[in-house]
């Protein structure tokens, strides 16, 4: 297993990248029926409280923010991750920086 130097801590980075996203997609929209039923709650529930049907609903600005905050946390994973691999004698100098940049390019993709 390759890496190391930051103890792997860079996967909480990726996993934090990828509930924001989701948070994102799921923005407002009405929850499925699995998704209900995740929630334990009773049907009556949902005739008392209609909007427990859908997710959280964030101002269109809220969601921007979210979305710059989205870039950088990418940014922030591939960075942690190539310097881990470099720090961890995975890879030299020039494999880091071209990694480096192959990895941001595919991010902007």
């Given at each position: 297993?390759?890496?190391?130097?930051?103890?792997?801590n860079?996967?909480?980075?990726?996993?934090?990248?990828?509930?924001?996203?989701?948070?994102?997609?799921?923005?407002?929209?009405?929850?499925?029926?699995?998704?209900?039923?995740?929630t334990?709650?009773?049907?009556?529930?949902y005739i008392?409280?209609?909007?427990?049907?859908?997710?959280?609903?964030y101002?269109?600005?809220?969601?921007?923010?979210?979305?710059?905050?989205?870039?950088?946390?990418r940014?922030?994973?591939?960075?942690?991750?190539?310097?881990?691999w470099?720090?961890?004698?995975?890879d030299?100098?020039?494999?880091?920086?071209?990694?480096?940049?192959?990895?941001?390019?595919?991010?902007?993709?």
């Amino acid at each position: 297993m390759s890496g190391g130097h930051f103890d792997y801590n860079q996967s909480r980075i990726g996993m934090i990248a990828d509930e924001l996203e989701q948070l994102i997609i799921d923005n407002g929209r009405e929850k499925t029926k699995d998704e209900l039923k995740e929630t334990w709650r009773e049907p009556e529930w949902y005739i008392k409280y209609p909007e427990d049907k859908y997710h959280t609903n964030y101002p269109d600005e809220v969601i921007e923010k979210f979305k710059a905050g989205l870039i950088i946390l990418r940014q922030a994973y591939v960075y942690t991750q190539r310097i881990d691999w470099l720090l961890s004698g995975d890879d030299g100098s020039e494999t880091f920086l071209n990694r480096l940049t192959e990895d941001l390019e595919k991010l902007t993709k």
